[in-house]
T-cell receptor, first 113, second 115 residues
Framework: KNQVEQSPQSLIILEGKNCTLQ??????????LRWYKQDTGRGPVSLTI?????NTKSNGRYTATLDADTKQSSLHITASQLSDSASYIC????????????FGAGTTVTVRA | DAGVIQSPRHEVTEMGQEVTLRCKPI?????LFWYRQTMMRGLELLIY????????DSGMPEDRFSAKMPNASFSTLKIQPSEPRDSAVYFC?????????????FGQGTRLTVV
């Protein structure tokens, strides 16, 4: 079964600190992995997309890593800001299907001043 | 482009009533998706259109749910009759290419509450 597991379920960090979110997947065949940010009351917005040949990709203070061998990904947030408070969703695209995405349950990040 | 536009943003209705959710995809995007998001199940694909044609509706939970795409710039998701367990946030998304190969852009969602 194609699954995407995220951890932790939620975390609280102080403004200015760093944090790392984890994503493990069993989706096969794998096409690409995305990280989405979803603010409260808004739709998900893409942060990064990585194919199996990419190990790391950055988008400002967000850096995603991918280990296709162990089927693990992480999202690192550097020098967190209050605006980083959101849900972060790991999404894996199935290589054998044009349209199905496997979604993780998300990690809720709360940044406190 | 204004992105994917959904309406209404919020809908409160009584059980048994018909509900229609609307979506305008990004111009030029040939792929349109309807998703439902709940705390228990996360994001689930309901139905997917390619060039206005429904390709896979296996995610539609029951016959009470139906979706149409009469043209490239408009789609609707209808629930008739609505039930309290339909309460969720419904997202429309669109993509230029098969979503396997490209980014999917989501609308702001419609929060549906059925009482």
């Amino acid at each position: 079964k194609n699954q995407v597991e995220q951890s932790p379920q939620s975390l609280i960090i102080l403004e200015g600190k760093n944090c790392t979110l984890q994503c493990n997947y069993t989706v096969s065949p794998f096409s690409n992995l995305r990280w989405y940010k979803q603010d409260t009351g808004r739709g998900p917005v893409s942060l990064t997309i990585m194919t199996f040949s990419e190990n790391t990709k950055s988008n400002g203070r967000y850096t995603a890593t991918l280990d296709a061998d162990t089927k693990q990904s992480s999202l690192h947030i550097t020098a967190s800001q209050l605006s980083d408070s959101a849900s972060y969703i790991c999404v894996v695209s199935l290589g054998s299907n044009d349209y199905k995405l496997s979604f993780g349950a998300g990690t809720t990040v709360t940044v406190r001043a | 482009d204004a992105g994917v536009i959904q309406s209404p943003r919020h809908e409160v209705t009584e059980m048994g009533q018909e509900v229609t959710l609307r979506c305008k995809p990004i111009s030029g995007h040939d792929y349109l998706f309807w998703y439902r998001q709940t705390m228990m199940r996360g994001l689930e694909l309901l139905i997917y259109f390619n060039n206005n044609v429904p390709i896979d509706d296996s995610g539609m939970p029951e016959d009470r749910f139906s979706a149409k795409m009469p043209n490239a710039s408009f789609s609707t998701l209808k629930i008739q009759p609505s039930e309290p367990r339909d309460s969720a946030v419904y997202f429309c998304a669109s993509s230029l290419l098969p979503v396997r190969d490209t980014e999917a852009f989501f609308g702001q969602g419609t929060r549906l509450t059925v009482v």
